[in-house]
């Protein structure tokens, strides 16, 4: 048998103390999830009603098949800038007439749905995920273009929207638009592009100018019916291929369009029967200790997140900072590493590199756990071949072609964070636990390697060094990383697809796996060339 055991003691004194830091560290990320729940502020929202309209998630809602999931990505987007939390806009992949579809819904009620440089961002990034994972699009647009105080950062970097839509047309990935209010200016370009456009009687608005531009360029009188209804569309200029009587009308057009789609998947099929792990999940709350400094082991969430916790381990006794094995999540094989002990020796690096192989051998997703510190650093390492040996590791993180979906728990840092996988390697889902964090480093060792830097240079001039401002300094700086390093932080910039509850993490793996397979999943033998 290859079932984890587990030595966690749910009721021992260090558990209770690290399940109740993080139920604190959960209850502000639902603050600020809140935020993004409600848009624009209640006004707005109220408005919205008042004016016979759903509101985004509402359509969402309406939209997915009754009961099914819907995950929700980059909900925090913009969080800690002058943007409303949330870039409003909410994209997420859910359940359509029984296929897996991403979603892209203006909120209306911040700003009009007006574009700003953090929509965009997140909308890239879910423009990443259909084309990555090969999933139809339904855009519910209701959007009054760019936002013109930020257009020097959206015009210009705007217009690959557009390209991604025709780009995915163009790969076999069909493009739904369903027009609620105004798509105007560049937003025209969406329905424009798509392979199906529905629109709403006496509400759709798409033209490339409204009235008052279009008097300002040309002096000719118009109104929004004649110059973009969507009757008009409909009848007279063939943009609108469907014409809704209301909103709920237009969200059944748009669930027919998909059950029409013969859409098939084209990955394995999971197992048909799924084994749940032999452990609670509840008690992933207390394995991530407050203070990152001290170890845990990661075999305890593979025990609550892995089929019948069930994992066989490669190479146990070699490279023990790094646990590599395989298993099954909701029937779906993965290869699985994690991080045991933070620091990656050339061990650790070198059996990485082989098992990335492996699973490329047999076409088998991994799974990242991250808790590391990066590579280890010394002169018997730098000898030692720490180099050559973690570029191994990056280059088969880099070449590897079956799909990469990454966790961080703990700590991730440095030249550690991209060998496991981080955002600049294109995982196909890259998700955060409220305990984790990322930098170049941690902030007390960045601080004191400023502060060695600045004694040198002080010594090197003769100048005596200040030892007050360099205490001051230190301390201004472990702050500013410190708060730089934390999940609320690197979500607001979309370097994550949100900060999830440690209990969710077997069920919405489980669901990115499931939406992987609508693609091939083939791995590879082309790498670059490893130094030995």
């Not at 749905?113 to 084309?131: C, I, M, Q, Y």
Request: charged share 20%.
């Amino acid at each position: 048998m290859t079932a984890l055991r587990t030595a966690l003691d749910a009721a021992s004194a260090d558990h209770l103390a690290h399940t109740e830091a993080m139920r604190a560290k959960l209850a502000e990320i639902e603050t600020e999830h809140a935020k993004a729940l409600t848009g624009g502020g209640e006004k707005y929202l109220a408005r919205h009603h008042d004016r016979g309209k759903l509101l985004a998630r509402e359509r969402i809602e309406l939209l997915l098949d009754p009961d099914s999931p819907f995950l929700e990505l980059c909900p925090l987007a913009g969080w800690g800038s002058e943007s409303t939390v949330g870039a409003a806009l909410v994209t997420g992949i859910g359940v359509v007439c029984g296929v897996e579809c991403l979603i892209v819904a203006n909120d209306p009620t911040v700003r009009g749905g007006a574009t700003n440089p953090w929509t965009l961002r997140k909308s890239f990034r879910a423009h990443e995920v259909a084309e990555q994972n090969r999933l139809p699009v339904i855009a519910l647009v209701e959007s009054g273009g760019a936002d013109l105080p930020t257009q020097k950062e959206v015009f210009i970097p705007g217009g690959r929207t557009f390209r991604d839509i025709t780009r995915a047309s163009a790969a076999g990935i069909p493009t739904i638009a369903i027009v609620f209010g105004n798509s105007t200016a560049g937003g025209a370009y969406i329905p424009g592009m798509s392979d199906h456009v529905v629109m709403i009687k006496e509400q759709s608005k798409v033209f490339l100018g409204g009235p008052p531009l279009v008097k300002m360029a040309t002096g000719e009188e118009s109104d929004d019916e004649s110059l973009g209804g969507a009757e008009m569309h409909a009848r007279t200029s063939g943009l609108a291929d469907y014409l809704a009587a209301d909103e709920h009308d237009a969200i059944r057009i748009g669930r027919r369009i998909v059950s029409r789609l013969n859409w098939r998947k084209q990955g394995p099929a999971p197992r048909a029967t799924v084994l749940p792990p032999l452990f609670a999940e509840e008690e992933l709350l207390g394995i991530v200790p407050p203070d990152l400094k001290t170890p845990f082991d990661p075999r305890e969430v593979i025990a609550r997140v892995a089929d019948g916790s069930d994992f066989d381990e490669f190479k146990p006794l070699y490279g023990s900072s790094l646990a590599t094995g395989w298993a099954e999540i909701h029937g779906y094989p993965v290869g699985i590493l994690a991080n045991t002990r933070g620091v990656l020796f050339s061990e650790e690096a070198q059996k990485a590199a082989q098992f990335i192989q492996l699973a490329n051998r047999y076409d088998t997703p991994l799974l990242f756990l991250h808790n590391t510190t990066g590579y280890m650093v010394g002169k018997e390492y730098e000898q030692k071949g720490i180099i050559k040996h973690g570029a191994q590791m990056i280059n088969a993180v880099s070449n590897s072609t079956v799909p990469h979906i990454s966790v961080l728990m703990g700590a991730s840092y440095g030249a550690g964070h991209y060998g496991m996988c981080g955002r600049a390697y294109d995982p196909r889902f890259l998700f955060a636990w409220p305990s984790a964090k990322s930098a170049v480093m941690g902030p007390a060792q960045l601080a004191g390697v400023i502060s060695l830097v600045m004694r040198g240079s002080a010594a090197a001039k003769g100048q005596p060094f200040d030892e007050a401002a360099d205490g001051q300094m230190r301390e201004l700086i472990e702050a500013q990383i410190e708060a730089e390093s934390l999940p609320l932080f690197l979500s607001g910039r979309v370097y994550d697809d949100g900060v999830i509850d440690p209990r969710d993490t077997r069920t919405i793996i489980g669901f990115c796996l499931s939406v992987i397979a609508n693609a091939p999943v083939r791995g590879t033998e082309k790498f670059g060339v490893f130094r030995l």
